[in-house]
């Protein structure tokens, strides 16, 4: 989904970035400790390399200069640390997406996925915390709008948890369900909401939710794992309660390229058709499914209600 904190990188801005952080090039930058010669010694590459990357970075607002050295500006504060989800903001995840893009020819002969480091949960975490508030509201506005009523919301793998917080602020009783990771990194900035986080499994969460939502997750997993959640999903939900996946879908969204790009680069799953979507609510005992557009995004609202 579209992101706040930042405007779009182009692809030779990512490029550059992706090189130097990959060399540990941008991290000898970063720590503005001297010039570019002192960073082309520390990070093993040419001066040349480092001089043109730190040039264009300048002029990209990520470093300024002072003196004859450079200094990271508020712009690359996200590259620095990844302690605090809401300083992280979209950068570092739309670099793991371009690195994993960029190994996508061996990947897909491989039919493999290269395994990123740890930091990625933060930095996709950090990334879903810098959601645009307008997107963030539109889609809370297309989940309500499958059951306007709804008292008690369940949550599902909203990582700091942007859609449960904006449905809390409107008043009905929210949890949170996540994996133990992402639970755990989150809880710093959940634990100062009305929201309740939970790390089980959602095959395990009573039927005692009005509406269960699944935002941009289903892309990345395999059907098999989406009959399962939607299964689950409406499980744990009451009688007459609903169950909403928010999705790019592949005949209706304008992102499905980008979407299964990153699918096939990152994990097992793909975008997705309307009807195959359907076709796991009606496995799963849902009725009256019906899609929607969710305002101003690329994505669609597809929800299906448990018979009472």
Do not use: C, K
């Not at 740890?118 to 975490?125: A, T, V």
């Amino acid at each position: 989904m579209p992101t706040a904190g930042d405007i779009d990188l182009d692809t030779p801005t990512l490029a550059l970035l992706w090189a130097a952080r990959e060399t540990g090039l941008l991290a000898a930058l970063l720590r503005g400790e001297g010039g570019t010669s002192e960073a082309a010694d520390a990070a093993d590459v040419t001066e040349r390399a480092a001089t043109v990357i730190a040039n264009a970075l300048v002029q990209t607002g990520f470093l300024r200069r002072v003196g004859d050295a450079v200094e990271p500006t508020n712009r690359a504060l996200g590259l620095l640390a990844t302690r605090d989800l809401r300083s992280i903001g979209r950068i570092p995840a739309e670099l793991d997406r371009f690195g994993a893009v960029a190994e996508l020819p061996r990947t897909i002969e491989s039919g493999v996925a290269p395994i990123g480091p740890d930091e990625r949960i933060r930095h996709r975490l950090g990334a879903v915390e810098a959601l645009d508030d307008r997107v963030v509201e539109a889609t809370v506005d297309a989940a309500l709008a499958a059951n306007p009523d709804a008292e008690r919301v369940l949550v599902v793998a909203d990582g700091p948890g942007p859609h449960a917080r904006e449905l809390a602020d409107r008043g009905p009783d929210v949890t949170l369900l996540d994996g133990p990771a992402e639970a755990e990194a989150v809880a710093p900035l959940v634990d100062r909401t009305p929201v309740t986080l939970r790390s089980d499994s959602l095959a395990d969460v009573s039927a005692t939710f009005d509406l269960v939502i699944a935002v941009d997750s289903a892309w990345r997993q395999s059907v098999d794992e989406n009959r399962f959640t939607v299964a689950a999903a409406a499980s744990a939900v009451a009688p007459g309660g609903t169950v909403v996946l928010v999705e790019p879908l592949q005949d209706r969204s304008s992102a499905t390229a980008e979407v299964a790009a990153t699918a096939l680069a990152t994990g097992t799953g793909r975008p997705y058709t309307e009807a195959e979507v359907a076709g796991w609510f009606g496995d799963a005992g849902l009725v009256e499914v019906e899609t929607s557009d969710v305002p101003d995004t690329p994505y669609q609202a597809v929800a299906g209600r448990r018979e009472t």
